[in-house]
């Protein structure tokens, strides 16, 4: 027994030693936050281990509320799919009012949850009214000319576009499974801008549709060079405060009042989350205030000229946004890990948010299952 506790404490020590040599010591914090917590990945209510920053929110405008509020019942066949993926939030928002929402496993309209890469689509936002305001001349304005420090090598013929369009050409692996990985380390290690800015093109930039987090980081960095303010700062002011959110949200950060998270992270509620959906519904105008040009949110749900690694046209994504279609009907969408979704379908003038722990499978479009059943359940009550 002596003789297997010293070689357990043995390979213990060689362990650290290893951790520590590799220069990956955030290794610790992913432990403590996963898998000491019952965890093997993250999940929609880590975001208290993280420390972040607030997006304050200024008056609240409150949603309208249609006369036929949960009139309609869910489809039967989309219950088992509720628990099975532990549903949290479903909400469907129709001509700008809440026509149904329903909320399972203690969550409410008020908790919060982790945004994923919904915030993406945030960020994007950011870029947009950058360029409207004139702190950024266009989409095709070069990265290096806001981060220095990124202008190396090929690295010079990023623009801002390529980046939108997840097509930088950039040296990331976009691994959700490999606890070592690129990824992991921008969840949860301490230095967000040393590890983008070491990023190099290895691939002709405007080509090829890959998805990386690491372009909706390096557009965050972009946004504050553009704008003397940070992420959540510029959010606040530019869409939080103006579109009447209710709570203020929280962005994780790097370390204690460090750079955001901006690839995944904000954390909020069903019902803030969908004033994206309503600004993007609306052409950008919110209440009769043009907060995002027209052209913009045009641009950005529109599929980018692209093609996949197989060499196939790319017809899921734009700026940013996932774009789809179903029944006939176009549709774009902001996504995050794990399920996190706000469905725009214009035709439909229809919003639906659904937030929750696990998603179902990929299909061949690049879409999930389950995506396409919660587009499903809504237009079955609200046809």
Not at 23 to 39: E, F, I, N, P
Not at 290 to 318: H, M, P, R, W
Not at 350 to 364: C, H, K, P, Q, S
Request: hydrophobic share 35%; net charge negative; with cysteine.
């Amino acid at each position: 027994m002596k003789k297997a506790l010293k070689y357990i404490l043995a390979i213990f020590v060689i362990l650290n030693f290893l951790i520590i040599l590799s220069g990956k010591s955030w290794l610790y914090k992913a432990v403590s936050v996963t898998y000491l917590k019952g965890h093997t990945s993250s999940y929609i209510d880590d975001y208290i281990h993280f420390p972040s920053n607030s997006i304050k929110n200024g008056n609240h405008k409150e949603w309208l509320v249609s006369k036929e509020y949960n009139k309609a019942q869910l489809p039967e066949f989309i219950k088992p799919i509720n628990d099975k993926l532990g549903t949290v939030a479903y909400v469907v928002i129709k001509n700008d009012s809440i026509i149904f929402e329903e909320y399972w496993n203690g969550y409410s309209a008020d908790s919060s949850s982790n945004s994923f890469s919904m915030a993406k689509s945030w960020i994007s936002t950011l870029v947009g009214i950058a360029i409207k305001e004139g702190k950024i001349e266009s989409i095709n304005q070069k990265a290096c000319d806001f981060l220095p420090e990124f202008c190396e090598g090929d690295n010079s013929k990023i623009t801002i576009k390529h980046l939108l369009t997840m097509s930088s050409g950039l040296d990331w692996d976009e691994d959700y499974h490999d606890p070592l990985g690129q990824t992991a380390e921008a969840y949860f290690a301490p230095n967000l801008k040393k590890q983008m800015m070491k990023l190099k093109a290895v691939e002709t930039a405007g080509k090829i549709f890959k998805y990386h987090s690491s372009c909706s980081q390096l557009l965050a960095f972009i946004v504050e060079s553009a704008t003397g303010q940070s992420v959540n700062e510029y959010t606040s002011e530019k869409l939080w405060k103006p579109m009447g959110a209710k709570h203020p949200a929280l962005w994780n950060t790097d370390t204690e009042r460090g750079d955001e998270k901006a690839f995944c992270c904000i954390n909020s509620n069903a019902r803030d989350f969908a004033r994206l959906g309503k600004l993007y519904m609306n052409q950008g105008n919110w209440n009769g205030t043009q907060l995002l040009d027209s052209n913009y949110v045009k641009e950005a749900t529109s599929v980018a000229n692209l093609f996949d690694e197989d060499g196939n046209k790319n017809i899921n994504y734009g700026y940013q946004f996932w774009i789809a279609n179903r029944k006939g009907l176009d549709v774009y969408y902001t996504r995050g890990l794990w399920g996190q979704y706000v469905i725009c379908i214009p035709e439909k003038d229809m919003i639906i948010v659904r937030l929750g722990r696990n998603y179902g499978f990929d299909l061949a479009d690049g879409h999930s299952e389950d995506f396409y059943q919660f587009i499903d359940a809504a237009l079955e009550m609200y046809p």
